[in-house]
């Protein structure tokens, strides 16, 4: 078991910057006037989610466009397959740069594409999503679901930037919104007393307005997630910690129809913190101060299925490691630990929840 906690994570702003490797950095402001910044020279081709392209006709509007659904189904091989075929229909060699515009699921999509067509071209994102933001837009990571299991076929390859303009999440659906808060949240627990305690004094609809208070949310929890990645690009070991309740989450979202990622997230968390509680890792009042969270945006914190189904999902998981399952558990506000347990234990330590 190892621990992770806050006194790892540093949080100097430069310029509304952040790098997250030496190719990769993740820019804040307004899409519109960073995007000729960052562009490079030559063929930009744009994959765009379509309800983006709807709203924001403007943004894109310059670039040749393949536009595709942004909801989950389209993170499968069917999809990958017709955008790889409407890159070749235009001829598109590996001096093109894609451009990702949209939420999670878009630059996932758009990440693993770049990653293979013709064996690798350059591309960036712009994410238009809450959850996209503070979740998959960061991190290298882009993958497609197969069978229901979330992300078991992807790759690790870094966007050259990630724009980051919090005025777009605003015109977000209250739900879309608020599942990008779940993992919001995941990012206080594991490392930043100060952002929980700010979502703790502020209420769902003052952040849907924007401004500052946004900015300043979404800015700290990507630096928690850019600071693990640095550590740990390629998930070796530290890098575990950023699935905090995603195990259960996963499992959630693979056997119960009609929660989204964050919805199954804030459940997961929940989960976590119970169990935590439950094994003396974490006092009673941080477990109850996590889950009153939870509920204060919204979200539902309990289990909806059986344990045993629950455990079956989760030990199917992509994290496992042979015989071993990685639990990443809160000790406190801002400090997590990695719990090995074995694939037999799985129901039993579930049970504490």
């Keep these: 078991m190892y621990y992770f906690c806050a006194t790892n994570i540093s949080y100097v ?188 004094t502020t209420t769902l609809e003052e952040l849907r307005g924007g401004g500052a208070l946004l900015d300043e949310i979404v800015e700290r929890s990507l630096r928690v997630k850019a600071d693990v990645v640095r550590a740990d690009e390629r998930e070796s070991g530290l890098r575990r910690v950023l699935n905090l309740g995603h195990t259960i989450a996963h499992a959630i979202e693979k056997s119960v129809c009609g929660y989204n990622h964050g919805e199954a997230v804030a459940i997961g968390l929940c989960a976590v913190a119970r169990i935590a509680v439950a094994e003396r890792l974490l006092s009673s009042s941080d477990g109850s101060r996590i889950e009153k969270l939870l509920q204060r945006f919204g979200f539902e914190t309990a289990l909806p299925l059986p344990v045993a189904t629950l455990a079956d999902a989760a030990v199917k998981d992509k994290k496992r490691a042979g015989d071993a399952l990685h639990i990443i558990l809160p000790t406190a506000i801002g400090s997590v630990c990695d719990r090995p347990i074995g694939v037999e234990s799985v129901v039993e330590l579930l049970e504490r929840v």
Excluded: W
């Design 13 to 200: 702003r430069m310029n509304r910057i952040l790098e997250v490797t030496p190719e990769s950095r993740v820019v804040f402001g307004r899409a519109t006037n960073l995007l000729p910044q960052l562009l490079p020279e030559g063929r930009v081709i744009a994959v765009i989610d379509a309800r983006v392209d709807a709203l924001y006709p403007s943004l894109c509007g310059g670039f040749e466009r393949i536009i595709i659904d942004g909801g989950e189904p389209s993170k499968s091989l069917a999809s990958l397959e017709r955008i790889y075929t409407a890159l070749i229909e235009k001829s598109a060699d590996r001096g093109c740069f894609l451009l990702g515009v949209g939420g999670g699921v878009t630059t996932d999509v758009t990440g693993f594409v770049a990653s293979t067509y013709m064996r690798g071209v350059r591309f960036g994102f712009v994410t238009t999503t809450l959850l996209g933001a503070v979740d998959a837009s960061v991190g290298g990571k882009n993958g497609v679901n197969i069978g229901g299991y979330k992300n078991m076929v992807g790759t690790f390859s870094h966007p050259s930037f990630v724009i980051c303009d919090a005025e777009l999440f605003t015109t977000l659906p209250e739900r879309e919104f608020r599942a990008g808060l779940a993992e919001v949240v995941k990012s206080a627990i594991i490392a930043d007393e100060r952002l929980f305690e700010l979502l703790e």
